[in-house]
């Protein structure tokens, strides 16, 4: 099993920013990401930097770190610009990018633009246009193209992502249209389990839910004639019942960490603390789970 980070984008590139990215690669992190929104729940009115240019940055000041968005969506991107970014992106950090990418929700970035918040089907119908379009426009030297909602006319991708054939995509989905565009477009799928078991939920009914959805991707792979286990399995942590729990000591995180991994989870992401929040947690127990914990799993 892997072990990755997320790191919010709230602080400074010049007071401490930068040093969060350098310390995930000395830490061995196998990857780090960073949530691409304008804003996000409790911190909107604080310090919010956007993902894209962080990422370059962070692609600019580290050799072996993966680096990727958890995750990008429709909210406010296009596919035609997003692909010149992501490509620019991947050259820069010489081919270390995954895209995390999902159909977006309700938050701030749902109506930053001046539109009213798209329902859910109404998501899933321009995430289901959008990432065919955007594995084109990656793929492809010239795209033309005309939906019902995003229009490519002769967009221009040369020389292309270095990474062949294109960056790859981490489809995050729970629903069958997006499991569908997993199977079909992701070199790896997201997950952060069942938000209806947020509250109330336990970690026994979380683990059965995120069962489910893992025999959900199963299905929508079958259905194309593609292996499941040719996708990698993502866990960004933090949404399941026991929430910053596992990362109390480190014997408490290999405990969970077994038991995702027991379902074929083979990545696991966690949050980087940040003090007062919800992600607040003992840095010297993180960073000591870092270390650890990779080779207790194996």
Not at 191 to 217: F, H, I, M, N
Not at 256 to 263: I, N, P, V
Not at 269 to 282: N, R, T
Request: aromatic content about 8%; glycine content about 10%.
């Amino acid at each position: 099993m892997r072990l990755s980070t997320v790191i919010l984008p709230v602080r400074r590139w010049s007071e401490g920013g930068r040093d969060q990215w350098l310390r995930a690669e000395e830490l061995g992190f196998h990857a780090a990401y960073t949530y691409d929104h304008l804003s996000w729940r409790s911190f909107r009115d604080g310090p919010w930097f956007g993902a894209l240019p962080t990422l370059t940055a962070a692609a600019a000041v580290t050799d072996r770190l993966r680096l990727g968005t958890l995750v990008t969506s429709p909210n406010f991107r296009h596919p035609v610009t997003l692909a010149k970014e992501l490509i620019s992106l991947d050259d820069v950090s010489g081919g270390r990018v995954t895209l995390g990418i999902g159909a977006g929700g309700t938050g701030f970035d749902a109506t930053a633009l001046g539109q009213e918040p798209w329902t859910p089907r109404e998501r899933a119908d321009r995430f289901g246009e959008f990432v065919p379009l955007l594995d084109r426009l990656l793929t492809e030297d010239a795209v033309s193209s005309e939906g019902d909602f995003y229009t490519a006319h002769e967009a221009r991708n040369i020389p292309g992502c270095v990474q062949r054939p294109r960056l790859p995509f981490a489809v995050a989905a729970t629903g069958p249209r997006g499991m569908r565009l997993a199977a079909r477009y992701g070199q790896a799928w997201v997950t952060t389990g069942d938000p209806k078991l947020y509250e109330d939920g336990t970690p026994e009914q979380s683990v059965d839910a995120v069962r489910g959805q893992l025999d959900r991707l199963a299905d929508a792979c079958a259905g194309i004639g593609r292996d499941a286990a040719e996708l990698d399995r993502i866990l960004l942590t933090g949404f399941t019942p026991d929430r910053t729990d596992p990362l109390r000591s480190v014997d408490a995180f290999v405990d969970f960490a077994g038991r995702h991994a027991a379902l074929g989870i083979d990545e696991l992401v966690i949050h980087w603390p940040i003090p007062d929040s919800d992600f607040a947690a003992d840095q010297a127990v993180f960073e000591k789970i870092a270390v650890e914990v990779p080779a207790q799993l194996g």
